[in-house]
Protein backbone atom coordinates (compact mmCIF):
# COMPACT_ATOMS: atom_id res chain seq x y z
CA UNK A 1 0.00 0.00 0.00
CA UNK A 2 1.36 3.28 -1.32
CA UNK A 3 -0.78 5.33 -0.50
CA UNK A 4 -3.50 5.30 2.69
CA UNK A 5 -7.06 7.09 1.47
CA UNK A 6 -8.14 8.67 4.56
CA UNK A 7 -11.49 10.62 5.32
CA UNK A 8 -12.11 13.37 8.33
CA UNK A 9 -15.39 13.63 10.17
CA UNK A 10 -15.49 16.74 12.12
CA UNK A 11 -17.92 19.59 12.82
CA UNK A 12 -14.84 22.47 13.18
CA UNK A 13 -13.97 23.23 9.04
CA UNK A 14 -10.62 24.66 10.63
CA UNK A 15 -9.95 21.22 11.97
CA UNK A 16 -10.64 19.17 8.81
CA UNK A 17 -8.70 21.37 7.07
CA UNK A 18 -5.60 21.30 9.10
CA UNK A 19 -5.90 17.44 9.34
CA UNK A 20 -5.53 17.72 5.53
CA UNK A 21 -2.84 20.05 5.33
CA UNK A 22 -1.06 18.27 7.95
CA UNK A 23 -1.26 15.19 5.82
CA UNK A 24 0.10 16.76 3.01
CA UNK A 25 3.39 17.83 4.99
CA UNK A 26 3.99 14.68 6.19
CA UNK A 27 3.46 13.15 2.76
CA UNK A 28 7.30 13.53 1.86
CA UNK A 29 8.72 12.16 4.62
CA UNK A 30 6.53 9.17 5.72
CA UNK A 31 5.39 5.65 3.46
CA UNK A 32 2.88 5.08 3.33
CA UNK A 33 1.42 8.47 2.15
CA UNK A 34 -1.44 9.60 3.94
CA UNK A 35 -3.94 11.44 1.74
CA UNK A 36 -7.01 12.91 3.02
CA UNK A 37 -9.62 12.54 -0.13
CA UNK A 38 -12.95 13.78 1.98
CA UNK A 39 -14.28 15.11 5.28
CA UNK A 40 -17.65 16.21 6.21
CA UNK A 41 -18.86 18.01 9.40
CA UNK A 42 -21.55 14.82 10.43
CA UNK A 43 -21.05 11.18 9.41
CA UNK A 44 -24.56 11.44 7.28
CA UNK A 45 -22.84 14.58 5.55
CA UNK A 46 -20.21 11.82 4.59
CA UNK A 47 -21.91 9.39 3.46
CA UNK A 48 -24.29 11.35 1.91
CA UNK A 49 -21.77 13.34 0.16
CA UNK A 50 -20.33 10.42 -2.09
CA UNK A 51 -16.78 10.93 -0.78
CA UNK A 52 -15.89 7.32 -1.79
CA UNK A 53 -14.54 4.66 0.01
CA UNK A 54 -11.55 5.59 2.14
CA UNK A 55 -9.00 3.07 3.27
CA UNK A 56 -10.26 4.52 6.94
CA UNK A 57 -11.41 7.48 8.53
CA UNK A 58 -10.80 10.20 11.36
CA UNK A 59 -13.80 10.35 13.79
CA UNK A 60 -14.84 13.19 16.15
CA UNK A 61 -17.40 11.83 18.53
CA UNK A 62 -18.83 15.09 19.80
CA UNK A 63 -20.41 16.54 16.57
CA UNK A 64 -22.85 19.46 16.47
CA UNK A 65 -25.89 17.19 15.06
CA UNK A 66 -25.98 15.43 18.30
CA UNK A 67 -25.83 12.41 17.16
CA UNK A 68 -24.41 9.14 18.71
CA UNK A 69 -20.90 8.28 18.80
CA UNK A 70 -22.14 4.23 18.46
CA UNK A 71 -24.62 5.06 15.71
CA UNK A 72 -21.80 6.75 13.23
CA UNK A 73 -19.83 4.28 13.71
CA UNK A 74 -21.98 1.23 13.11
CA UNK A 75 -22.89 3.75 9.79
CA UNK A 76 -19.64 4.23 8.91
CA UNK A 77 -18.06 0.33 9.44
CA UNK A 78 -21.81 -0.36 7.57
CA UNK A 79 -20.43 1.26 4.24
CA UNK A 80 -17.16 0.00 4.54
CA UNK A 81 -15.07 2.28 6.33
CA UNK A 82 -12.65 1.85 9.31
CA UNK A 83 -12.85 3.82 12.08
CA UNK A 84 -10.02 5.56 13.63
CA UNK A 85 -11.67 7.72 16.99
CA UNK A 86 -10.06 11.39 16.76
CA UNK A 87 -11.06 13.24 20.23
CA UNK A 88 -10.29 15.42 22.78
CA UNK A 89 -11.03 12.28 25.25
CA UNK A 90 -12.89 14.58 27.65
CA UNK A 91 -16.53 12.17 27.74
CA UNK A 92 -15.09 8.29 28.33
CA UNK A 93 -18.79 6.97 27.76
CA UNK A 94 -18.38 8.42 24.51
CA UNK A 95 -15.18 6.09 23.26
CA UNK A 96 -16.29 3.36 25.23
CA UNK A 97 -19.55 3.39 22.89
CA UNK A 98 -17.39 3.78 19.89
CA UNK A 99 -15.06 0.75 20.60
CA UNK A 100 -18.13 -1.52 21.09
CA UNK A 101 -19.52 -0.27 17.77
CA UNK A 102 -16.66 -1.46 16.29
CA UNK A 103 -13.87 1.74 15.58
CA UNK A 104 -10.73 0.06 15.64
CA UNK A 105 -8.55 2.78 17.68
CA UNK A 106 -8.13 5.82 19.37
CA UNK A 107 -6.62 8.68 19.28
CA UNK A 108 -6.81 12.13 21.38
CA UNK A 109 -6.54 15.31 19.92
CA UNK A 110 -3.43 16.14 22.29
CA UNK A 111 -1.14 13.57 20.86
CA UNK A 112 0.85 14.68 17.88
CA UNK A 113 -0.46 14.19 14.63
CA UNK A 114 2.19 12.34 13.11
CA UNK A 115 0.93 9.81 15.97
CA UNK A 116 -2.22 10.02 14.77
CA UNK A 117 -1.21 9.65 11.12
CA UNK A 118 0.42 6.36 12.39
CA UNK A 119 -2.27 4.97 13.64
CA UNK A 120 -4.11 5.48 10.69
CA UNK A 121 -1.55 3.56 8.71
CA UNK A 122 -2.38 0.73 10.70
CA UNK A 123 -6.00 0.59 10.67
CA UNK A 124 -5.93 1.01 7.23
CA UNK A 125 -4.52 -2.29 6.80
CA UNK A 126 -6.84 -4.18 9.01
CA UNK A 127 -5.16 -3.54 12.54
CA UNK A 128 -6.77 -2.93 15.74
CA UNK A 129 -4.70 -0.50 18.32
CA UNK A 130 -4.35 -3.40 20.86
CA UNK A 131 -6.23 -3.20 24.42
CA UNK A 132 -2.63 -2.09 26.09
CA UNK A 133 -2.20 1.45 23.61
CA UNK A 134 -6.12 1.92 24.00
CA UNK A 135 -5.95 1.77 27.61
CA UNK A 136 -2.67 4.22 27.75
CA UNK A 137 -5.21 7.26 26.01
CA UNK A 138 -6.78 7.20 29.51
CA UNK A 139 -3.96 6.00 31.73
CA UNK A 140 -4.14 6.48 35.08
CA UNK A 141 -2.15 6.16 37.95
CA UNK A 142 -2.77 3.08 40.85
CA UNK A 143 -0.31 4.61 42.98
CA UNK A 144 -1.54 7.22 44.88
CA UNK A 145 -3.14 9.51 48.42
CA UNK A 146 -7.37 8.71 48.88
CA UNK A 147 -9.31 11.91 48.74
CA UNK A 148 -11.68 10.68 51.33
CA UNK A 149 -14.90 11.66 49.24
CA UNK A 150 -17.45 11.58 51.05
CA UNK A 151 -20.78 9.13 49.21
CA UNK A 152 -22.64 12.23 47.58
CA UNK A 153 -18.70 13.09 46.30
CA UNK A 154 -18.42 9.20 44.43
CA UNK A 155 -21.93 9.72 43.64
CA UNK A 156 -21.64 12.81 42.05
CA UNK A 157 -18.22 12.08 40.46
CA UNK A 158 -19.85 8.68 39.10
CA UNK A 159 -21.73 10.33 37.15
CA UNK A 160 -19.99 13.32 36.19
CA UNK A 161 -16.95 12.10 34.73
CA UNK A 162 -18.74 9.33 33.09
CA UNK A 163 -19.78 11.71 30.48
CA UNK A 164 -23.13 13.49 32.52
CA UNK A 165 -23.15 17.51 32.30
CA UNK A 166 -24.09 19.52 35.53
CA UNK A 167 -27.79 19.87 34.70
CA UNK A 168 -28.01 16.08 33.94
CA UNK A 169 -26.41 14.68 37.15
CA UNK A 170 -28.64 18.06 38.95
CA UNK A 171 -31.71 15.82 37.84
CA UNK A 172 -29.84 12.41 38.59
CA UNK A 173 -29.33 13.18 41.86
CA UNK A 174 -32.79 15.76 42.84
CA UNK A 175 -30.15 18.47 43.68
CA UNK A 176 -29.89 21.80 42.07
CA UNK A 177 -27.02 22.16 39.11
CA UNK A 178 -25.67 24.82 41.51
CA UNK A 179 -24.97 22.09 44.09
CA UNK A 180 -23.97 20.22 41.45
CA UNK A 181 -20.90 22.84 40.68
CA UNK A 182 -20.13 23.07 44.39
CA UNK A 183 -19.93 19.69 44.41
CA UNK A 184 -17.34 19.18 41.56
CA UNK A 185 -15.51 22.01 42.68
CA UNK A 186 -14.98 20.62 46.34
CA UNK A 187 -13.97 17.29 44.76
CA UNK A 188 -11.38 18.64 42.65
CA UNK A 189 -10.18 20.86 46.00
CA UNK A 190 -10.04 17.25 47.77
CA UNK A 191 -8.20 15.76 44.80
CA UNK A 192 -5.41 18.70 44.44
CA UNK A 193 -5.17 18.47 48.43
CA UNK A 194 -4.11 14.52 47.53
CA UNK A 195 -1.47 16.02 45.35
CA UNK A 196 -3.73 14.28 42.52
CA UNK A 197 -4.83 17.32 40.42
CA UNK A 198 -8.09 17.07 38.71
CA UNK A 199 -8.24 19.70 36.39
CA UNK A 200 -9.89 18.05 33.36
CA UNK A 201 -13.10 15.85 33.03
CA UNK A 202 -10.65 13.19 31.90
CA UNK A 203 -8.48 14.01 34.94
CA UNK A 204 -11.33 13.63 37.06
CA UNK A 205 -12.25 10.00 35.12
CA UNK A 206 -9.04 8.97 36.01
CA UNK A 207 -9.96 9.88 39.59
CA UNK A 208 -12.70 8.16 39.77
CA UNK A 209 -11.18 5.02 37.86
CA UNK A 210 -7.96 4.92 40.81
CA UNK A 211 -10.21 5.28 43.84
CA UNK A 212 -13.05 2.67 42.25
CA UNK A 213 -16.00 4.79 41.66
CA UNK A 214 -16.15 3.77 37.95
CA UNK A 215 -14.80 0.89 36.28
CA UNK A 216 -11.56 1.56 33.83
CA UNK A 217 -12.24 1.87 29.90
CA UNK A 218 -9.59 -1.46 29.21
CA UNK A 219 -8.03 -3.48 31.56
CA UNK A 220 -5.01 -1.13 33.36
CA UNK A 221 -1.79 -2.10 32.56
CA UNK A 222 0.96 -3.25 35.39
CA UNK A 223 3.44 -0.75 36.34
Same mark, same amino acid.
Given at each position: ? =????? /?????? =?????????????? $??? %??????? #???????????????????????? &?????????????? %???????????? !???????? #???? #????????????????????????? $???? !?????? &???????? !??????????????????????? /??????????????????????????????????????????????????????? &?? %??
Amino acid at each position: M =ETVRA /GIIDDH =EAVRLGFAASATRE $ASS %KTPHVTV #IGGAPTADAFLGAGQGICDVVALD &LSLADGSHPGDNVS %KLTAAGYKILVF !TLGDNVGQ #IQDA #IANGAMGVSLKSEPIADTFAKLRRI $AVGE !TIDSQE &LAAAIEVD !TDFVEANLSDRERECIALYAAGL /GQYQVARRMGIAESTVKKNIDRIREKYEAAGRPASTKIDLYRRAVEDGILPPLLP &LR %KR
